[in-house]
C-alpha cells in the first residue's frame, strides 16, 4: 500500500473489474499524494476482465466513511457483484452523506443506485445502465463527466482523463 499524506480514498474492486478504470485512477491519486486503499467485500486478490490481479487489502465493511476523503468505484463487470455487498453499500452511502467525493465510471452506477444515492442526482455513465440510473430516480445526460455536489460521474476509459481531472479537482475541495 503506497502512504500518500492528502487522506485516504478508497478503491473498490470486485472479480471483473475493468483494467483502465482502476488502475488508471489509482496511480493518478497516488501520484497527487493519496493513500489510496483498496478494498472489496472482503480482503484478497481479485482479477480484472483480462486477469490482470488486484490485492484488496481491506474489507470495505471495515472502512470509516469519516476517515475517507473520498471513494472510487470502477466498472467493468465488478459493480454487479459490488452492488450486492452490504458493506459496499454502507460505505458508499456513508461516504455520500458525509459529503466525501464519490466517483464511479462505467457500469459502477449500479452501485449508486443500489446504495440509493442516485435519485434526485444528474449522473452519467456507460449508456447500457441509462434506464436502471433513470428508474433510481437520477437525471441521465451523455456526457465525459458529470459532477453533481460531491458525486462524479463517468462514461468509459476514453474519458478517463476527464474523470481523474475532476475527481481530484473535487478532493483538494474535502
Keep these: 500500500m503506497a502512504?500518500?499524506?492528502?487522506?485516504?480514498?478508497?478503491?473498490?474492486?470486485e472479480n471483473d473489474y475493468q483494467d483502465l478504470e482502476v488502475w488508471v485512477p489509482l496511480y493518478r491519486l497516488r501520484e497527487e499524494g493519496y493513500n489510496v486503499v483498496v478494498a472489496a467485500p472482503k480482503p484478497g486478490t481479485y482479477r480484472s476482465k483480462l486477469g490482470y490481479p488486484?490485492?484488496?487489502?481491506?474489507?470495505a465493511s471495515d472502512l470509516d466513511p469519516a476517515a475517507l476523503a473520498g471513494v472510487v468505484i470502477p466498472g467493468g463487470w465488478a459493480p454487479d457483484k459490488l452492488r450486492q455487498d452490504e458493506g459496499v453499500l454502507?460505505?458508499?452511502r456513508g461516504a455520500f452523506e458525509q459529503r466525501r467525493v464519490v466517483a464511479a465510471i462505467c457500469h459502477a452506477g449500479w452501485v449508486?443506485?443500489?446504495a440509493g444515492i442516485a435519485r434526485g442526482k444528474r449522473v452519467?455513465?456507460?449508456?447500457?445502465i441509462k434506464d436502471d440510473l433513470v428508474h433510481a430516480g437520477a437525471e441521465f445526460v451523455d456526457q465525459e463527466v458529470v459532477r453533481d455536489g460531491n458525486l462524479i460521474?463517468?462514461?468509459?476509459?476514453?474519458?478517463?482523463?476527464?474523470?481523474?481531472?475532476?475527481?481530484i479537482r473535487a478532493l483538494k475541495e474535502v
Excluded: H, N, Q, Y
Aim: proline share 5%; glycine share 4%.
Design 153 to 167: 460521474t463517468s462514461r468509459k476509459p476514453d474519458d478517463l482523463p476527464a474523470f481523474c481531472r475532476e475527481i
Design 124 to 128: 452519467t455513465a456507460v449508456r447500457a
Design 112 to 114: 449508486l443506485a443500489s
Design 54 to 59: 488486484i490485492e484488496a487489502e481491506r474489507a
Design 90 to 92: 454502507r460505505l458508499v
Design 3 to 13: 502512504t500518500g499524506t492528502k487522506g485516504i480514498v478508497a478503491m473498490l474492486v
